[in-house]
């Protein structure tokens, strides 16, 4: 099993930042992606960023491209997710999670990540 948890949400003005971290720990060795997603009140939950724990490639959802930076430090076990210039439809729950799946590309695919993070709130405010 693999626990993940996640911090950094939080209330900010639109244009503003904030930084999504999330530590993994328990049987980590199995992970190969990491990704983020995120689930806005009365939607479905939507791919955001995702990356290769080994080598680091990296996808992104088009929506946040250019804003938003996925990073990871193997020796903390810890996956985040840098949010810059906010707007108000990025406010939603954020999740991390945690795929074993084997391959060269960060996969963008919700079902098939195995682990899931509790989520944290983002709040952006206009």
């Known amino acids: 099993q693999v626990q993940l948890v996640e911090s950094g949400g939080g209330l900010v003005q639109a244009g503003g930042s904030l930084r999504l971290s999330c530590a993994a720990s328990?049987?980590?060795?199995?992970?190969?992606?990491m990704g983020w997603f995120r689930q806005a009140p009365g939607k479905e939950r939507e791919f955001v960023a995702a990356?290769?724990?080994?080598?680091?490639?990296?996808v992104y959802a088009d929506s946040i491209k250019g804003r938003f930076t996925i990073s990871r430090d193997n020796a903390k076990n810890t996956v985040y997710l840098q949010m810059n210039s906010l707007k108000p439809e990025d406010t939603a729950v954020y999740y991390c999670?945690?795929?074993?799946?084997?391959?060269?590309?960060?996969?963008?695919?919700?079902?098939?990540?195995?682990?899931w993070g509790q989520g944290t709130q983002v709040t952006v405010s206009s």
């Open positions: 999670a945690a795929d074993r799946t084997v391959g060269l590309v960060p996969i963008r695919e919700a079902p098939s990540y195995d682990y």
């Open positions: 328990g049987r980590t060795f199995s992970i190969r992606t």
């Open positions: 990356i290769k724990w080994s080598g680091g490639s990296t």
